[in-house]
């Protein structure tokens, strides 16, 4: 028996004295974030807000398997927000789709959600169409043809969980955005946003894309929870960095009874991860800002300056940035810049005498170079 096959589905259930701990970390974590972007100068929030939504974009679609192109997505969200574009590589029209449809999510997040806005979401994932391979109803909610979310072998598939039917969709739909706009006023913001996304992907509205709209309407909630449109931090990304246990929980609830303290125990905890997260980049934010200050002057070629952002975008491994955690060397540079090893290796040396980079231990073909932060540590 699936949850939504319960007697008194959808009136989820659960133990507040045992969430309460994880709310009041989740809160404490939550002011301290505030806190910090509220004494951000104008120029340090703009890159924030840009960092956080580079991560949604990129991480809410690598959940579904789905690895999109950074330099797309830092160029989508530069021009959603208006931010200058030189040098940066041409977006395309999925990036675009998608960060206009995460921007929209949390902006004016009291404006009710409605069937066509989820049904447009949905849309923006699939700006070509449905695709001859897999087709999708695109922009329009799935058919009654049974729906299970399977894994493995076409001839040996795994059912994880089974979406109720097509047929009563439809008012399955109108309950939830009846609850969802105007929810019961006892009830925890934060718990309200845990509940919205299990609720919407219970109901796996559409053929495709239902994590996906689910964790930006999670992303509405909350927005309201805070009172905040602007996001400093990724839920997906934490989500991300847990997916397996991500699926098992989704799994596991669907499987059980209509008390959902367990989800959202979890839930609680990602949300936790994430907001450290968003923490540790607003640090990398200024540090990366002040290390562009002290070297407003200094004579760089394009690619040098592609380096150094992947370089200083590391902290975190984020942005694509894996693999240069420990520092970049000359056939790595090579790589990543598109020249040759002894263009790399000039390059290196150039930007080790102009203090932007410091050597690392180590010596011959195995030197590697990290960034220079000088007075910012």
Same mark, same amino acid.
């Given at each position: 028996?699936?949850?939504?096959?319960?007697?008194?589905?959808?009136?989820?259930?659960?133990?507040?004295?045992?969430?309460?701990?994880?709310?009041?970390?989740?809160?404490?974590?939550?002011?301290?974030?505030?806190?910090?972007?509220?004494?951000?100068?104008?120029?340090?929030?703009?890159?924030?807000?840009?960092?956080?939504?580079?991560?949604?974009?990129?991480?809410?679609?690598?959940?579904?398997?789905?690895?999109?192109?950074?330099?797309?997505?830092?160029?989508?969200?530069?021009?959603?927000?208006?931010?200058?574009?030189?040098?940066?590589?041409?977006?395309?029209?999925?990036?675009?789709?998608?960060?206009?449809?995460?921007?929209?999510?949390?902006?004016?997040?009291?404006?009710?959600?409605?069937?066509? *806005? =989820?049904? /447009?979401? @949905?849309?923006?994932?699939?700006?070509?169409? !449905?695709? %001859?391979?897999?087709?999708?109803? $695109?922009?329009?909610?799935?058919?009654?043809?049974?729906?299970?979310?399977?894994?493995?072998?076409?001839?040996?598939?795994?059912?994880?969980?089974?979406?109720?039917?097509?047929?009563?969709?439809?008012?399955?739909?109108?309950?939830?955005?009846?609850?969802?706009?105007?929810?019961?006023?006892?009830?925890?913001?934060?718990?309200?946003?845990?509940?919205?996304?299990?609720?919407?992907?219970?109901?796996?509205?559409?053929?495709?894309?239902?994590?996906?709209?689910?964790?930006?309407?999670?992303?509405?909630?909350?927005?309201?929870?805070?009172?905040?449109?602007?996001?400093?931090?990724?839920?997906?990304?934490?989500?991300?960095?847990?997916?397996?246990?991500?699926?098992? *929980? =989704?799994? /596991?609830? @669907?499987?059980?009874?209509?008390?959902?303290? !367990?989800? %959202?125990?979890?839930?609680?905890? $990602?949300?936790?991860?994430?907001?450290?997260?968003?923490?540790?980049?607003?640090?990398?934010?200024?540090?990366?800002?002040?290390?562009?200050?002290?070297?407003?002057?200094?004579?760089?070629?394009?690619?040098?300056?592609?380096?150094?952002?992947?370089?200083?975008?590391?902290?975190?491994?984020?942005?694509?940035?894996?693999?240069?955690?420990?520092?970049?060397?000359?056939?790595?540079?090579?790589?990543?810049?598109?020249?040759?090893?002894?263009?790399?290796?000039?390059?290196?040396?150039?930007?080790?005498?102009?203090?932007?980079?410091?050597?690392?231990?180590?010596?011959?073909?195995?030197?590697?170079?990290?960034?220079?932060?000088?007075?910012?540590?």
């Amino acid at each position: 028996m699936y949850i939504w096959e319960q007697g008194d589905w959808p009136k989820f259930t659960w133990k507040f004295e045992e969430l309460r701990s994880r709310l009041e970390g989740v809160r404490l974590q939550q002011g301290r974030l505030l806190g910090q972007s509220d004494d951000l100068p104008r120029e340090l929030d703009q890159q924030a807000r840009m960092d956080a939504l580079i991560q949604n974009a990129i991480r809410t679609s690598e959940i579904e398997g789905e690895n999109l192109n950074v330099e797309s997505v830092r160029s989508s969200v530069a021009r959603h927000l208006g931010l200058p574009r030189a040098g940066l590589k041409d977006s395309t029209v999925q990036t675009d789709a998608l960060v206009g449809m995460l921007l929209e999510a949390t902006q004016n997040p009291e404006t009710p959600l409605t069937r066509a *806005q =989820l049904c /447009q979401w @949905q849309a923006a994932l699939f700006p070509d169409g !449905p695709g %001859l391979v897999n087709p999708v109803r $695109v922009g329009e909610l799935r058919g009654e043809a049974r729906m299970q979310v399977v894994s493995g072998r076409v001839g040996r598939p795994t059912v994880h969980f089974e979406a109720p039917p097509g047929a009563r969709l439809g008012k399955e739909l109108d309950e939830y955005l009846s609850w969802f706009n105007q929810p019961p006023k006892k009830l925890d913001g934060l718990l309200r946003a845990g509940i919205a996304h299990l609720w919407l992907v219970t109901l796996h509205p559409f053929d495709d894309g239902n994590g996906r709209v689910a964790r930006a309407v999670t992303d509405r909630a909350l927005a309201q929870a805070e009172q905040q449109s602007i996001r400093f931090y990724s839920l997906s990304a934490a989500i991300m960095e847990r997916r397996r246990e991500y699926y098992e *929980q =989704l799994e /596991q609830t @669907q499987k059980g009874g209509l008390d959902i303290t !367990p989800w %959202l125990s979890w839930f609680l905890s $990602v949300l936790g991860d994430a907001l450290k997260q968003g923490q540790v980049r607003f640090n990398l934010v200024m540090q990366k800002t002040r290390f562009w200050q002290r070297h407003s002057q200094t004579p760089l070629t394009e690619r040098q300056i592609k380096v150094l952002n992947r370089l200083l975008d590391t902290g975190a491994a984020q942005e694509g940035a894996e693999g240069f955690e420990h520092g970049i060397n000359a056939e790595k540079y090579k790589s990543l810049a598109k020249v040759s090893k002894a263009t790399a290796t000039r390059d290196l040396t150039d930007l080790l005498d102009k203090g932007c980079l410091i050597k690392l231990p180590g010596g011959g073909r195995s030197t590697r170079y990290a960034i220079d932060y000088g007075e910012n540590l």
